[in-house]
């Protein structure tokens, strides 16, 4: 092989690889969005065992998983919406946790005091009856790779909270928020960017 040759042969081989590192980093794993769940809620207006009547704040914890190991998370402010759902009215009440950085794989418990009002706890109290609510998240958040961002992806979902007579939820479990559906807002073109350093690897190879 000719000294020509072999520079021609190893200029092929640097763009190759090139293409195979550019395909690696900017055609990162499938998306998976994050888990969220809802560790705690308490209400200690509707605690029937201890004297707490003129408390009427829920104490929330939501918890946010990253579940991808080569992407980080940037999150939009993280909005609440918490429903009494035993009431007529389906009174409601909104609460925003500021936006967020979440790392690879990691996991973030988020804590929310949401003050309510319109209703009289006293008299839900006296009544005995079953007390049913529903916490709903909305957010839009980024992905974020070595090298690069996704655009924005929204996240909505939510689930039934059922309360005991100590105000606080009827499980020892994370309540798993799902039935709400991701909408992708338009997505990285980088991949591009790779195949197409990739061909013409194999056009001057060939």
Avoid at 16 to 36: D, E, H, K, R, Y
Avoid at 103 to 129: H, L, M, P, R
Avoid at 169 to 178: A, Q
């Amino acid at each position: 092989m000719s000294k020509s040759e072999w520079c021609c042969f190893c200029c092929c081989g640097l763009i190759l690889i090139l293409g195979i590192t550019a395909v690696c980093l900017w055609n990162p794993p499938p998306v998976s969005m994050p888990s969220c769940s809802i560790q705690q809620f308490y209400l200690p207006a509707l605690n029937r065992s201890s004297d707490t009547p003129a408390n009427t704040t829920i104490f929330l914890d939501v918890k946010l998983s990253n579940g991808n190991h080569a992407r980080g998370i940037h999150y939009d402010p993280v909005n609440l919406t918490v429903y009494y759902y035993s009431d007529t009215n389906q009174t409601k009440w909104l609460k925003t946790i500021p936006g967020f950085y979440q790392g690879y794989g990691k996991k973030a418990t988020k804590n929310a005091s949401v003050e309510t009002f319109g209703v009289n706890w006293t008299d839900v109290v006296a009544k005995n009856e079953s007390l049913l609510f529903r916490v709903d998240l909305a957010t839009a958040l980024k992905l974020k790779t070595l090298v690069s961002k996704t655009k924005k992806y929204k996240l909505m979902v939510g689930a039934n909270v059922t309360l005991n007579d100590e105000g606080a939820k009827n499980t020892t479990k994370g309540i798993e928020l799902k039935s709400g559906v991701c909408k992708n807002l338009g997505g990285s073109s980088f991949w591009r960017v790779g195949i197409s350093v990739v061909a013409l690897a194999l056009i001057l190879l060939d």
